[in-house]
């Protein structure tokens, strides 16, 4: 097992294979992002999606959560009449 892949923070599954050997695996880690409209990906899965994917395209996208978002964009609406 490669070196970084030796650390206590990975979390490691062993598993018995059909033929007796058993084996060591380390599932692939998700990113931490939690925002509505961003998708869970890291490294070259995420470059391999495309960009209009990878950010939210709404007003204030990726910055508040959605009661918060709602609420200022309600606010700019009656502050124009």
């Known amino acids: ?4 892949y030796k ?3 990975r979390k490691i599954i062993k598993r018995t294979l059909p033929g007796g050997n058993s084996r060591i695996f ?3 880690r998700q990113a931490s992002r ?4 961003v998708p869970r990906a890291r490294g070259i899965s995420m470059q391999r999606i495309p960009k209009s994917q990878r950010r ?8 508040f959560n959605t009661r918060i978002t709602r609420a200022m964009i309600i ?3 009656r502050e124009k009449q």
């Open 75 to 77: 606010q700019k609406a």
């Open 1 to 4: 097992m490669a070196g970084s």
């Open 56 to 63: 939210p395209n709404r007003p204030y996208g990726g910055m």
């Open 7 to 9: 650390s206590l923070t």
């Open 34 to 37: 939690v925002l509505q409209g």
């Open 26 to 28: 380390t599932p692939k």
